[in-house]
């Protein structure tokens, strides 16, 4: 297990998080990103609830029209739907990937939220080393690909 995880792996990450996650208030002229955040994904919300309900029809995806296979997004809209109805089995099973990003979303809202309203110290990373980011980059990346390889074997 050494082979792959240095003896000081957990003391070297707590010292990158330390030197990398502030909480801090806002700076003067600094760009409120909770604020952008919360507004941006709120209004994303509320426009698709008034388009499902005026009955408007939802896009199609174009790269299945195409190829026939799903794209990595494939089953966002019935996610979406099925988390409106409070299914989350069928949520999940539509698409994996996007369930995890909605929840995301809805976490970072209430994060928004109790910053804005009861004015927290804002949390920001800063100064993540490079190793840092490129592992980062990985797991989204092979996320995606796992996700897409269950979309393409459950089609």
């Not at 700076?27 to 009955?55: H, I, N, Q, R, Y």
């Not at 995890?100 to 993540?128: E, N």
Request: with cysteine.
């Amino acid at each position: 297990m050494s082979r792959f995880w240095p003896q000081s792996f957990p003391h070297s990450t707590m010292q990158i998080l330390r030197r990398s996650v502030h909480l801090r208030p806002l700076a003067p002229k600094e760009t409120d990103f909770e604020f952008l955040f919360l507004v941006v994904s709120s209004v994303g919300a509320a426009s698709c609830f008034v388009w499902l309900s005026a009955g408007l029809p939802w896009p199609g995806c174009w790269f299945r029209r195409l190829t026939g296979l799903p794209c990595p997004t494939c089953g966002a809209t019935r996610t979406a739907l099925s988390l409106a109805h409070g299914d989350l089995t069928a949520a999940w099973r539509h698409n994996p990937l996007i369930f995890v990003c909605y929840a995301g979303i809805t976490m970072l809202d209430l994060y928004c939220a109790a910053v804005l309203l009861f004015q927290f110290p804002r949390l920001r990373l800063a100064d993540l080393p490079s190793k840092v980011k490129r592992c980062l980059c990985v797991l989204v990346l092979a996320a995606v690909a796992l996700n897409w390889l269950y979309l393409l074997t459950n089609r």
